[in-house]
């Protein structure tokens, strides 16, 4: 051997812009750039490794320094091409940043950018690792990178460019290589292999390129490694898989059987087998969760899709789509869930073997996690006695439930029961008629509105004055009723009522007190106008018993006829109604008795001793 091995990717290194495999945008931009004589001064190229950064800047830098040129096609003859395909050029200048990122090593470089390039038309310092520099370097080079020097071109490569800083970006025309796809992958190795007469299969080429994350550099690599392999039997992927410690198709698909059919014992059996042919715990769990990924992707796509995402034969593809009409896609997702959480256990373990066993008897153990199917259904019988929807109607059989009375009144709130999880809810008319009477009987008397032509007396009357209470929107008013009025008769038909001092019982009779008695009289019986009669107490009226409780709330009213629209309050309203409010606060005293200045102030408790002796509060 009289001359030295060149590595593959370095022997088919791109040297001019077609040869660059993929990045059609970018080929694109440089060369309209280079034909139309719009160069820039800088330029920043970012992107994974191995996408051809690099070198692109390299045939960039000949293309432009060309005795021909500037021209898209250099001749790759002339001594300046010469020079930058042997890396030896004296006016383009290759400089690593991550072993060059002092400010010293920066200011070195502003000092020889002063220089008129030797040979070539323009000098070139393509800096490789921009993102490397320290923050003095890249300040130091900030005002020469806006304004360098004539014939001084900055090509900046990076992999991390956003630690680039965002002043140096902004002073740079930016190009992003992407990841160059599996099938421009393949057909290149394809050509390296026929040149190299590299015996290898296509399977064998998409494992490669697949194994590189889409950079060109490791495929090329790994190709060259692989290279020695194939001088008698053709290159396979098991091959590979030996070779990068990976698990073959067939051994993952067997060992995924077991975990689907949750037999765990023949599970930590092949686990074994795999252990002890040389795979590390985390290699194999990562192999594993790779094919379930190919698992789920199969089961949710198209077999063209699934080929073209998985880069698998159909063979294997048929095999995974079998496989997948055994388990759900959410049980794939759990798998892959679980392999992750347990990667990252045995990243940080001191015992990867038996963490990789607990691992391997958990995923085997597929039963537990049931099929969505009866998930739903345990959760549809979970809820059936759950939250009731008030837009559904309920179930014929459920039954109201009348609820304790509260003080004494006859209005009850009534709670339907859920329907049970055996019940179906119907809307058909027959149903809601039946659900209607249903609650009609059970419920009686209590539930239906007020009767309108039955007059009330005793413990009645006293439910319908506290109702009436309820529904006086006026505080000082409600107070004033409940200190000197006393209910006669209450029905839709007559409202009687007897106040005992004649200064409030002309504010009911011609003040504007008497509008707001008539509202409330009229929301206690759903109806307009009901006629009302406020006099002072007679001898011969029944003087009812026990104290008058108030609801705190207003209860809900029966359905009410339609009525005209009501007429807004006018000023002289308003000023009445204040004027009425401040007489209730002064203190009304006469021969036998003083009243308190606040009647509305008192406790609910204090008014109703005062009810129950007919006392008053003296000052």
């Known amino acids: 051997m009289n001359e030295k091995y060149i590595p593959l990717y370095r022997k088919y290194r791109p040297q001019t812009l077609e040869q660059v495999v993929g990045q059609e945008h970018i080929k694109k931009a440089l060369a309209n750039a280079i034909a139309m004589d719009k160069i820039s001064h800088a330029y ?58 002092k400010v010293e090593d920066a200011q070195n470089i502003l000092e020889k950018v002063m220089y008129a390039p030797v040979n070539s038309r323009y000098k070139i310092y393509i800096i490789d690792e921009v993102h490397m520099l320290s923050t003095t370097a890249f300040n130091a080079l900030l005002k020469t990178l806006e304004e360098p020097p004539k014939n001084v071109i900055f090509i900046l490569a ?68 692989l290279s020695v392999l194939g001088v008698q039997n053709a290159i396979t992927t098991d091959d ?51 094919y379930m990924k190919n698992l789920l992707i199969v089961k949710n796509c198209s077999p063209e899709i699934a080929i073209e995402l ?13 496989q997948s009409e055994n388990i759900e896609s959410h049980q794939v997702i759990s798998l892959c869930d679980s392999c992750a959480n347990y990667i990252k256990e045995l990243k940080t373990t001191n015992n990867p073997r038996l963490w990789l066993e607990i691992a391997m008897i958990d995923l085997a153990n597929l039963e537990e996690n049931t099929k969505l199917a009866d998930l739903q259904a345990r959760l549809s019988a979970l809820e059936g006695g759950g939250t009731f929807a008030p837009h ?5 059989h459920a039954k109201p439930k009348i609820v304790e009375q509260l003080e004494k009144q006859k209005v009850a709130s009534i709670d339907i029961e859920a329907p049970s999880e055996h019940e179906n809810i119907k809307h058909e008319d027959s149903e809601k008629n039946q659900y209607k009477e ?6 009686s008397n209590d539930f239906a ?36 009025a006393k209910p006669v008769v209450l029905s839709p038909e007559d409202v009687v009522i007897s106040i005992k001092n004649e200064i409030y019982l002309q504010q009911f009779i011609s003040g504007s007190k008497k509008a707001v008695l008539q509202k409330a009289v009229d929301e206690l019986f759903g109806q307009t106008n009901t006629k009302i009669t406020v006099r002072l107490p007679n001898p011969g009226d029944v003087v009812t018993q026990g104290p008058i409780n108030v609801p705190k709330s207003n209860p809900v009213p029966p359905p009410r006829k339609p009525e005209p629209q009501e007429k807004l309050q006018t000023l002289d309203d308003v000023k009445e109604e204040i004027e009425d409010a401040e007489q209730d606060e002064v203190t009304v005293v006469s021969d036998d008795e003083k009243v308190s200045k606040f ?21």
């Open 44 to 101: 920043l190229f970012t992107g994974p490794r191995g996408t051809g950064k690099t070198s692109t800047a390299r045939i960039f830098a000949k293309s432009l320094n060309c005795v021909n040129g500037p021209t898209i096609n250099p001749c790759g003859e002339c001594e300046n091409c010469r020079d930058i395909t042997n890396s030896v050029p004296m006016d383009v200048i290759e400089i690593d940043a991550a072993s060059n990122r």
């Open 158 to 225: 990076t992999t991390e460019v956003h630690k680039v800083l965002d002043t140096i970006k902004s002073r740079c025309q930016r190009f992003d290589f992407r990841r160059i796809t599996t099938s421009d992958i393949v057909k290149h190795l394809r050509y390296i292999s026929d040149c190299e007469k590299i015996n290898i299969t296509d399977d064998a080429l998409a494992t490669i390129a697949k194994n590189s994350a889409g950079g060109m550099r490791d495929s090329i690599a790994l190709l060259d490694q």
């Open 240 to 290: 590979i898989n030996a070779l990068l410690g990976r698990i073959s198709f067939d051994v993952l698909n067997e060992l995924s059987n077991q975990i689907i059919a949750s037999n765990p014992a023949n599970a930590l059996e092949l686990l074994e087998k795999i252990y002890n042919s040389g795979n590390e715990p985390v290699q194999i769990l990562q192999n594993l969760l790779d």
């Open 310 to 322: 998985t880069q698998l034969n159909d063979v294997q593809i048929s095999d995974l789509k079998k």
């Open 392 to 396: 559904v109607e309920p179930a014929v």
């Open 438 to 443: 249903t609650i009609k009987e059970d419920s």
């Open 449 to 484: 509105p007020m009767p309108k032509a039955k007059s009330s007396a005793g413990e009645d009357i006293l439910t319908l004055w506290g109702n009436l209470l309820g529904n006086v929107a006026s505080p000082p008013t409600r107070a004033l009723l409940k200190q000197w």
């Open 599 to 619: 009647t509305d102030m008192h406790s609910d408790t204090v008014n109703m001793v005062m009810d129950l002796f007919d006392g008053k509060v003296i000052e």
